[in-house]
C-alpha cells in the first residue's frame, strides 16, 4: 500500500510539472498561475504546495528535468585529462546543441527560460540557482582551455577565462536564436559547423 502510495505521489508530482510546462510555454510564467496549473494538472492547489514551496520551486522543478543531461555531458569534460581539450570541449558543445534540437522537452522548456519569463521578484531563487550552474558550467570550461594552454594548443594571447565565457555566451545565442527561429537552419546537421567557426579562433594554428 506504501508503495503504491509513493508511485501516486509521483504520478501527481509529474503531472503537476506537465502542466507547468505546458501553461509556462504556451502563456508565459507571468500569466501562469499555480491555480491554472493546478486545473490542467486536475490537481488541487493543496496538491501543489505539498510537493513544492512555490512557483519558483514549482520552476526549477520543471528545470531540472532538462538540466541533467546537460550536467551528465559537463562532467565528462576534463574528466581524462589525458585527452585532447579542444576535442573534448567541441563533444560537449556540440551535443548540447543537438540536444536542443532533438528534444522536444528541451526545446519547450529552453524556450520558457529564454523567451517565456521575466526573472524578477518571485523567481529570484530561479535566478540564483541558473547563476551557479553557469558559474560551473564556464569553470570547467576554463579548467579545459587551461589545459589547452599548457598543452601549447591556445592561441597565443587568448586567455582561458575569457575563452571559456566567450564560447558560454556563443552557444547560448545560438540556442536563443535557434528556438525563435527554428526552420531557419538545421540546428541539428549544422551544430558542429557552429562549434567549430567558434574554436577556430581559440585553437593555436598547426605549424
Known sequence: MARRTKADAEGTRAAILDAAEYLFYKHGVSQTTLAKIAQQANVTRGAIYWH???????FNAMLERVRLPFQHLLANVNKDESSDPFKQIRELMVNCL???AESEQHHRVLTIVFHRCEYIDELNP???K???LDTLAIAV???AFSRAEQAGLLREGVCPRLAAMSLHIYIAGIISHFLLKPLQCDL???APAFV???LLGLKKPAS
Open 196 to 198: 567549430d567557426t567558434m
Open 52 to 58: 513544492f514551496e512555490n512557483k519558483a520551486d514549482l
Open 130 to 132: 541558473q547563476d551557479e
Open 98 to 100: 543537438r540536444l536542443v
Open 126 to 128: 530561479v535566478v540564483t
Open 188 to 190: 541539428s546537421i549544422n
Open 141 to 143: 570550461l576554463e579548467r
